[in-house]
C-alpha cells in the first residue's frame, strides 16, 4: 500500500511537472519570438552595411552569416512551441529523411560529439512523410542521449542508421553506454525523475510524443553487453 500511495505520488508529481513545463515553454516562446525576430534583421543590417561601406572580411561574413543562421532555427523552434501551445496540427510533407538526419548530426556542438567514435549508416535518399523540423528535433534528442551515455564507457561508441520496413523508415540510434537497471529501461520514454544534474526527465517522452504525433512510434531495445538501441520509425511516402 505505501509503494502504491508512494507511486501515485510520483505520478502525480510528474504530471504537475510537465503542466508547469508547458505554460513556461508557452510564455517562452511568446516573449522570446521578438527579440530573436531582431536578431535577424540587425545581422541582416550589419552585412547590408559593410557591404555599403566596401568592408570584406571573410571570417565576419562568415559569423555574420552563422548568427542569422542560428537566429532563423532558434526561430522555427519558437514556432513550433508556440503551435503547440495553440494545439495546431503539425505540418506534414514529403521530405527526405536522409537529409534531416545529416543536418541534426551536424547541429551537435563539438564538445557533445568529442571523444566519441561515432558511424553514420544512411542510404543516399529516404523519402518520408511528416513535419521534417520536428523529426529532426527528435533524433537530435535521442542522439544528444546517446552521446552522452557512451561517454561513461572506456571506448565511446555511437551510430545511427535508417532501414526500409514494409510502411515506415527505422532510425537506429545506439550507444555502448554503462548497463543501466531494470526499473530506469522499463521507464525509458515515460515521464520520470532523471538522475542528470540538468534534466527535467521528460526528454524520451517528448520524443515519444512527436514520433506519434507524426505518425510512427518508438522502441528501446537492450544491447549485449551493455548500451541501449533506440529505434525511431517515421512513415514512409506511399508510392
Given at each position: 500500500t505505501e509503494r502504491k500511495a508512494r507511486e501515485n505520488r510520483q505520478k502525480l508529481d510528474l504530471l504537475e511537472k510537465s503542466r508547469v513545463i508547458s505554460q513556461m515553454s508557452s510564455i517562452f516562446a511568446h516573449e522570446v519570438k521578438q527579440?530573436?525576430?531582431?536578431?535577424?534583421y540587425y545581422a541582416s543590417a550589419?552585412?547590408?552595411?559593410?557591404?555599403?561601406?566596401?568592408?570584406?572580411?571573410?571570417?565576419?561574413?562568415?559569423?555574420l552569416k552563422q548568427m542569422n543562421s542560428q537566429a532563423k532555427r532558434t526561430s522555427d523552434i519558437v514556432e513550433h512551441v508556440r503551435s503547440y501551445a495553440k494545439h495546431k496540427a503539425n505540418r506534414s510533407e514529403v521530405f527526405n529523411l536522409v537529409e534531416v538526419i545529416r543536418r541534426a548530426i551536424n547541429s551537435i556542438n563539438k564538445e557533445e560529439i568529442e571523444g566519441v567514435q561515432t558511424t553514420a549508416n544512411l542510404p543516399q535518399e529516404a523519402i518520408a512523410v511528416g513535419d521534417s523540423f520536428e523529426i529532426e528535433l527528435a533524433v537530435l534528442n535521442v542522439l544528444k542521449n546517446a552521446l552522452k551515455a557512451a561517454k561513461n564507457s572506456l571506448n565511446p561508441q555511437t551510430s545511427v542508421s535508417v532501414t526500409a520496413q514494409k510502411h515506415m523508415w527505422k532510425i537506429t540510434v545506439?550507444?555502448?553506454?554503462?548497463?543501466?537497471?531494470?526499473?530506469?529501461?522499463s521507464a525509458l520514454g515515460r515521464p520520470t525523475s532523471t538522475s542528470k544534474k540538468d534534466g527535467l526527465g521528460v526528454g524520451l517522452s517528448i520524443v515519444l510524443s512527436i514520433i506519434e504525433n507524426n505518425?510512427?512510434?518508438l522502441?528501446?531495445?537492450?544491447?549485449?553487453p551493455n548500451g541501449i538501441a533506440v529505434d525511431l520509425f517515421v512513415k514512409k511516402k506511399e508510392e
Open positions: 527579440p530573436i525576430t531582431n536578431l535577424i550589419l552585412s547590408l552595411l559593410l557591404q555599403q561601406l566596401g568592408v570584406k572580411d571573410d571570417r565576419v561574413e562568415y559569423a545506439t550507444d555502448n553506454g554503462p548497463k543501466i537497471s531494470e526499473e530506469i529501461f505518425g510512427g512510434h522502441t528501446f531495445r537492450r544491447i549485449e
